[in-house]
């Protein structure tokens, strides 16, 4: 297998071409409604992509929110480009070690799926040939880019498509690798180390949906093919053992077709309605509401559309997907049958009437129109025409389960043309080297700093790098708080808090952090009970203060604690006499159930230590 990775990271400045500001919201001012067409790029050609968004007709209704204006309604020309995220730009590009370019173009990328509401995205080439290491492996840095982000999409159906302009125009710093990744593992490890790099500017965006990656992927005999959009990291090894499982399939197929000599199918379908009219249960309900049903030959192809049980990728799949970007529902194919309120007697009246062999195989599209269905099975037809080549090249979308699904063809050169409303920007010399001498600390160098200084193990600091923080992490600990007792709040207490309040309204601000840790620091509650708190907090418009005051893990004395040690001791005297001081790991759940949070641990298993081992001593007393 080879892949290459394109992280694409929001940047913390104002928009790219306006001075809104750079933030979503729940607030819409107003809708314009838009159709969009395609158009050639620089070569005068249409981009197959372009072509393929134009096929599907679609409409386009578009929210305006106080985080955008007449820029992104396309109703205005763009400003200059936004200094502060070139900046931003030009610094990852150094910190990878890449060559900035001497001039700035912004180049437009047509792009009619509704992204935008001009039908092009702008881009601007920043910098090429740069390196990073991971684990001592030097990967190449193809390119570093800075472009706009897209609309942000709300809602579809009936052919029409909402998007909310609040983020059309968040600059994006993009940076591509070679494509010399060559194992699942290899490729998070690379995003993971870009992703540590570009928080370390600290003047990036935050949060789900701030960071995603592109991966390009093919393996021996195949293309590429690009899965589009991954937000979760831990999936990406899981996207490329699909896609290269998925590749070879599709090149299995190819070389049992060439071995059959399977022919193309035929231009046309066949109306099969009449054959189907009694059978108009599951996938078929279509037909009880005048639909029709249309099938399609795929000769030499019988036992290729399914796949072995321990197998999710098969070709079938690959026709549905292509069946639905038309609009239907999906599609049924010979291989699954008979199934899905189709009988055996049904299949074989369909294999007659369509004249298929026992080598050969169909499809069944059932649609509210002949013209909708006939539409789906030529895509359909196109899809296995292209099974004789193997891989085709196509964008493909991120499924939860770690599969992918069809999007669109693969877009090339065609789409790209130069911005004619934004002039060039040249890049001087000193400006570069202002940027190299204040440069920020690479994560390595960030990583050793603050294990010396803090006494933190390497996986506590990488933590506080890949969550970005490091700067509160640093303010905090200048207010005297204990390093290990910081990072834990930010990291393990942060993600516990998450999981108590999955759907918390918002992060504590420094503040409030600072609050928890003194009051931590001066005994008024144990820092087992932060992560309770903080979500108490973290999921409505409490205080902390008010959250610590009503969570009831204040309060505790010393004496209390005393008594339920020695009621959990009381309870398990069997245990004791059983285990002795072995004892001691069972029971310190049991006290810490009841003590929840309001005491240190260690001071916990300390008092119950004790408590075990007089219940030893006197013991053996008694037996003397």
């Known amino acids: 297998m080879k892949a290459g990775l394109e992280v694409h990271q929001q940047l913390a400045t104002g928009k790219l071409f306006c001075r809104c500001p750079a933030e979503l919201t729940e607030t819409v001012t107003g809708t314009v409604l838009r159709r969009l067409s395609p158009t050639g790029g620089e070569t005068e050609a249409v981009d197959p992509a372009v072509a393929f968004e134009a096929a599907r007709g679609l409409l386009f209704r578009y929210e305006t929110t106080p985080s955008s204006c007449l820029v992104e309604m396309d109703e205005e020309p763009p400003r200059a480009l936004d200094p502060a995220a070139l900046e931003v730009a030009l610094t990852v590009a150094l910190l990878l070690h890449a060559r900035p370019v001497d001039e700035i173009q912004v180049m437009r990328k047509i792009v009619i799926d509704g992204s935008n509401t001009s039908g092009f995205q702008r881009t601007t080439l920043v910098a090429t040939d740069g390196w990073i290491e991971v684990r001592a492996k030097r990967f190449t840095i193809a390119t570093v880019c800075l472009e706009e982000d897209a609309a942000r999409k709300v809602g579809e159906g009936n052919g029409e ?149 321990e197998k999710k990728e098969r070709l079938g799949r690959e026709l549905a997907d292509y069946a639905r970007s038309t609009g239907v529902k999906g599609l049924l194919h010979s291989d699954e049958l008979p199934g899905h309120g189709i009988d055996a007697s049904v299949v074989e009246r369909l294999r007659r009437e369509l004249g298929a062999a026992a080598s050969d195989a169909f499809v069944v599209v059932v649609a509210p129109s002949r013209e909708v269905g006939a539409r789906a099975l030529e895509a359909v037809r196109r899809r296995a025409l292209l099974a004789f080549e193997g891989v085709p090249a196509e964008t493909r979308d991120p499924l939860p389960d770690g599969r992918t699904r069809y999007s669109r063809p693969l877009p090339g050169r065609d789409r790209m043309y130069p911005e004619t409303d934004v002039p060039p920007i040249p890049l001087r010399s000193e400006q570069l080297d202002a940027l190299r001498r204040s440069l920020p600390e690479l994560p390595a160098v960030m990583a050793s700093r603050l294990a010396e200084t803090h006494g933190l193990g390497p996986e506590v600091v990488r933590e506080l790098l890949r969550l970005d923080e490091v700067t509160r992490f640093e303010a905090l600990t200048r207010r005297g708080h204990a390093p290990s007792l910081v990072a834990r709040v930010l990291t393990q207490d942060s993600d516990g808090a998450r999981a108590i309040a999955p759907d918390a309204t918002r992060d504590l601000t420094e503040q409030e952090l600072d609050f928890l840790l003194g009051a931590v620091r001066e005994g008024r509650f144990a820092k087992e009970g932060l992560a309770a708190v903080m979500a108490r907090a973290m999921s409505g418009s409490e205080s902390v203060e008010a959250a610590l005051a009503g969570s009831g893990l204040t309060g505790l004395t010393r004496g209390e604690l005393d008594g339920i040690v020695e009621k959990v001791l009381d309870r398990n005297a069997r245990l004791i006499a059983e285990k002795g001081a072995r004892a001691v790991s069972p029971l310190m759940g049991e006290v810490m159930r009841e003590v929840r949070g309001r005491w240190d641990g260690k001071e916990v298993a300390a008092a119950l230590g004790a408590g075990v081992s007089r219940r030893i001593a006197g013991k053996g007393q008694a037996e003397s």
């Open 161 to 309: 498509n909402r998007f909310r302009l609040d983020r059309l125009g968040v600059p994006l710093v993009e940076v591509a690798t070679a494509p010399e990744i060559s194992s699942a593992q290899e490729a998070r490890e690379l995003a993971e180390e870009i992703g540590l790099l570009l928080r370390a500017t600290r003047r990036v965006r935050r949060g789900i949906g701030t960071i995603r990656e592109d991966l390009n992927v093919s393996v021996p005999g195949g293309t590429r093919v690009e899965i589009k959009g991954v937000q979760e990291l831990r999936l990406l090894p899981k996207y490329l053992e699909s896609e290269r499982e998925r590749q070879e399939m599709l090149l299995s197929v190819r070389t049992t077709l060439l071995e059959r000599g399977a022919k193309t199918p035929p231009d046309a379908p066949r109306d099969v309605t009449v054959s189907l009219k009694g059978s108009d249960e599951g996938a078929l309900r279509e037909l009880r509401r005048d639909g029709v049903a249309l099938a399609l030959l795929l000769p030499g192809f019988a036992g290729l559309l399914g796949s072995p049980a």
